[in-house]
């Protein structure tokens, strides 16, 4: 069934008086903006005669300085004036009269100092000493048979089975005494530890000598410990 609409309720027919009516309503809104101004403001006239207000300074007081002390005036003799300067070939003569010093007066007499002789304190070897030390009358080898028959073969080792040959570095000190024992080789440590002990059993030694002089004298000795078969 078709449906028909009343000529009045189509609004397709009134579209052009529509656009026209938007048309004058939008200039009439644009002619309104540009006729509308805002409210004059006045503006008070500022009074040119106002003046600032004075206001009484007070000085500032100080007490009166005194002006700075001059330097007092040195006298600055030239060099020239002090010493006098002579040539090469001038023979100077120096006369003290010692009538002019007081019975007080102590007179120095120069000195002579001899110079001390720092010693080295560093061990010479067995071979470049000119004096060797001396052990009961004897050599290196008479400390070494009494070393030998001092010492007494260790129980662990006898019992380990253990032998060999300890060598030992000593020193001899100027006074002869043993010191500074050190162990260089050892198969065991209870052999080198009853070796260290004997050395330091050791009566004093006769010291080296070096310019006549005693010094301390550096040696290795080898300790054997050997079992009896």
């Known amino acids: 069934m078709e449906i028909k609409k009343s000529p009045k309720a189509d609004l397709q027919n009134k579209r052009g008086l529509l656009l026209e009516i938007g048309l004058v309503a939008a200039l009439g809104l644009v002619i309104l903006a540009f006729a509308y101004s805002p409210a004059e403001k006045k503006i008070e006239k500022l009074d040119m005669n106002y003046g600032p207000i004075e206001e009484e ?8 300085q005194k002006p700075p002390k001059m330097p007092e005036k040195v006298q600055v003799k030239a060099l020239a004036d002090i010493l006098q300067v002579v040539t090469n070939d001038t023979k100077i003569s120096t006369d003290v009269d010692f009538v002019d010093f007081d019975e007080d007066t102590d007179i120095i007499q120069e000195v002579a100092v001899e110079e001390e002789e720092i010693e080295d304190d560093t061990p010479f070897m067995s071979a470049a000493v000119e004096v060797l030390p001396t052990f009961q009358g004897g050599d290196l080898n008479t400390f ?33 005494r043993l010191t500074n024992i050190e162990v260089l080789k050892t198969p065991d ?41």
């Open 57 to 64: 300074i007070t000085e500032i007081t100080r007490q009166d």
């Open 189 to 229: 440590r209870s052999l080198s530890e009853e070796a260290t002990r004997v050395l330091k059993t050791s009566p004093k030694w006769t010291p080296g000598k070096q310019r006549n002089r005693p010094v301390r004298v550096k040696y290795t000795l080898p300790v054997q410990f050997r079992l009896a078969n």
């Open 144 to 176: 070494r048979n009494w070393v030998q028959k001092s010492v007494n073969y260790p129980p662990i080792a006898q019992e380990n089975g253990i032998q060999g040959v300890v060598v030992l570095m000593f020193v001899i000190e100027r006074d002869g």
